[in-house]
C-alpha cells in the first residue's frame, strides 16, 4: 500500500500548534474519573479527517454472525469488510488486546498473560484484579499502544476501556480515558463515545477504542450454550447498532474496525485434568488455570526437576519456555514462566469440575474454535469483500493508516494483508 503524503505535513502542523488547549468538561454520563491526561493540537487536515473507531467484542467468535442475533453486525459485513483472524499465543484477553493496539505479538509486547511475574520485579505478581500492580507502567512500556502514538502525532484518544488504556505508557495517557469499570454498561460506553464524536473540530478524538466484555463472560460464568450468552450478542449487536446511527446523525465519516480478542470454546463438564498432573505440588507452583498453566519451581528445588513435567500428556502438552513451537513466536522475554502447559481444545485444567459447559479460551490459536473476528467499515473499505484468515498482528499496521500514523518500525504485523480491500485514495480524506 502506498503511504500517505499528507504524514509529514500533519505532523510538522502539529507541533507547530500550542501544546495545552483548554481543558475539557467531564464524560456525560462517566461513573469513574473522566478526562484527564496529555491534550494534543490538531491540525486542520487532522480535524477533517474520518474518525477510526475500534470496537473490541471480548471473545466473540465469527461463526456467531448470520444466525438471526446479529443484524448490524450481519449489515456491516455486508456492507464492508468481513473475516476472521488468529489470534497471538497465548489465547487469553490481555496479551492480544496489547497486541491488537501495538502490532506486536506479547512476547514481544511485554502483556504475555493475563496473570505474569517478572524476574526484574520480584514480589509483583500482575493479575488483572489487583490494579495495583496492572497499573505499573512498566508492565507496558515494553510496546507503545496506538492511542500513545496519536496523541504524539497530535491526533486526540479516546479510549472506552482497552487494556492498558487507564495508565500512563510511556509517559502519555489518551486524551479521554476512564478507568476500567465492569459495572459501566454496554449503552453507556455506546453513549460516552457518542458523546466524544459529537464535540467541535479540535476537540473530538480521532482515534477511539471502545470495549465490550458481556460475551465473554457469559461464556465463561453462564455457559458456552447457556441463553445468557445469546442474550449478550444480541444486546451488544443492538449497541453496535446504536453506534452506527448516533454516527449517521452526528453526520461525521467513521472507519469501524469491528474485533475480537480471540474465540471461544465449550468444556464438557467431565474434560478435566488435575493440574497436579503436570505439575506436582511438593516440588513446583502453577499460575493460572483452565486452558493454561504455567509452572515455576518452587523455592530452592532444583529447575531441573521440571523436566518431569515436559511432553505430550494425554489431554495437554508441556513445553520449556526455549522450545514451544515456533508458530507461538513466545519464550523469549523473561515474563514466560520455565514451563507452560496448554490443554487440548475443550479440556481444562481445574481442581474441580463447573458443574456446566463453561465456554473457555486459551487454546492454540490455530484450533478454529480460538478464530477472532474482523469486520470493517467506512469510506476507506471496499464494500462486500471477505478476508482470509490473518494473523492478528496485522491490525496495528491497518490502523496506522486509517488514523494517519507513519509505518510502525520492526513491527511483527503488516498493512498488505488489506491491500485489496481498502480505497487507498479515501485514505486520507
Ligand atoms: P479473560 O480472563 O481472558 O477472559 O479476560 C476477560 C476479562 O478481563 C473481562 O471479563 C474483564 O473482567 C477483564 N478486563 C477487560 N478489560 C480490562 C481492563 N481494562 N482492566 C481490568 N480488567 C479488564
Ligand atoms: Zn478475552
Ligand atoms: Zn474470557
Not at 464438557?268 to 505439575?279: L, Y
Not at 473457555?360 to 469486520?375: E, K
Request: hydrophobic content about 40%.
Amino acid at each position: 500500500m502506498t503511504r500517505l503524503p499528507v504524514f509529514a505535513a500533519l505532523l510538522l502542523s502539529a507541533c507547530a500548534l500550542p501544546a495545552t488547549p483548554p481543558a475539557l468538561p467531564p464524560v456525560t454520563g462517566a461513573s469513574a474519573p473522566a478526562t484527564t491526561g496529555t491534550q494534543a493540537p490538531a491540525s486542520q487536515a487532522i480535524r477533517d479527517r474520518p474518525a477510526t473507531i475500534l470496537v473490541s467484542i471480548d471473545g466473540f467468535r465469527p461463526d456467531y454472525l448470520h444466525h438471526g442475533d446479529t443484524p448490524h453486525l450481519d449489515a456491516i459485513a455486508a456492507a464492508g469488510v468481513s473475516g476472521s483472524m488468529y489470534p497471538s499465543f497465548p489465547s487469553i484477553t490481555f496479551p492480544n488486546h496489547y497486541t491488537l493496539v501495538t502490532g506486536l505479538r506479547p512476547d514481544r509486547n511485554g502483556i504475555v498473560s493475563n496473570t505474569m511475574e517478572d524476574p526484574a520485579k520480584p514480589g509483583a505478581l500482575f493479575q488483572l484484579s489487583d490494579t495495583k500492580v496492572t497499573h505499573d507502567p512498566d508492565w507496558w512500556n515494553e510496546a507503545e499502544p496506538l492511542w500513545v502514538t496519536a496523541e504524539r502525532a497530535g491526533i486526540l484518544s479516546g479510549t472506552m476501556f482497552w487494556p492498558g488504556s487507564d495508565l500512563p505508557i510511556r509517559g502519555m495517557r489518551p486524551h479521554d480515558w476512564i478507568l476500567y469499570d465492569a459495572d459501566y454498561t454496554s449503552a453507556q460506553r455506546v453513549r460516552t463515545v457518542l458523546d466524544w464524536l459529537r464535540r467541535p473540530a479540535g476537540e473530538r478524538p480521532g482515534f477511539v477504542t471502545l470495549y465490550f466484555d458481556t460475551v465473554d463472560k457469559a461464556s465463561h460464568h453462564d455457559g458456552f450454550y447457556a441463553p445468557q450468552k445469546t442474550a449478550a450478542i444480541r444486546d451488544v449487536d443492538a449497541q453496535i447498532g446504536v453506534l452506527r446511527a448516533g454516527l449517521a446523525q452526528i453526520g461525521r465519516p467513521a472507519n469501524l474496525v469491528i474485533v475480537s480478542d480471540h474465540g471461544m470454546a465449550p468444556v464438557p463438564i467431565d474434560q478435566r485434568i488435575d493440574p497436579a498432573s503436570v505439575a506436582p505440588p511438593a516440588t513446583t507452583r502453577t499460575l493460572g488455570w483452565g486452558p493454561l498453566v504455567a509452572v515455576y519451581p518452587r523455592d530452592g528445588v532444583d529447575p531441573r526437576t521440571l523436566d518431569a513435567s515436559v511432553g505430550r500428556h494425554a489431554h495437554d502438552q508441556c513445553w520449556r519456555r526455549e522450545s514451544l513451537p515456533a508458530r507461538f513466536h513466545y519464550g523469549r522475554n523473561p515474563r514466560v514462566a520455565p514451563v507452560i502447559c496448554m490443554a487440548d481444545t475443550g479440556w481444562s485444567f481445574a481442581d474441580r469440575p463447573a458443574g456446566y459447559v463453561r465456554g473457555d479460551h486459551g487454546f492454540d490459536p490455530r484450533d478454529p474454535a480460538m478464530r477472532a473476528l474482523f469486520l470493517a467499515q467506512g469510506p476507506a473499505f471496499r464494500s462486500g469483500r471477505r478476508l482470509a484468515p490473518f494473523d492478528n498482528v496485522d491490525v496495528a499496521p491497518l490502523l496506522r493508516d486509517l488514523i494517519g500514523l507513519p509505518p510502525g518500525q520492526g513491527l511483527d504485523g503488516t498493512d498488505q494483508t488489506f491491500r485489496a480491500v481498502l480505497r487507498p485514495e479515501r485514505l486520507d480524506r
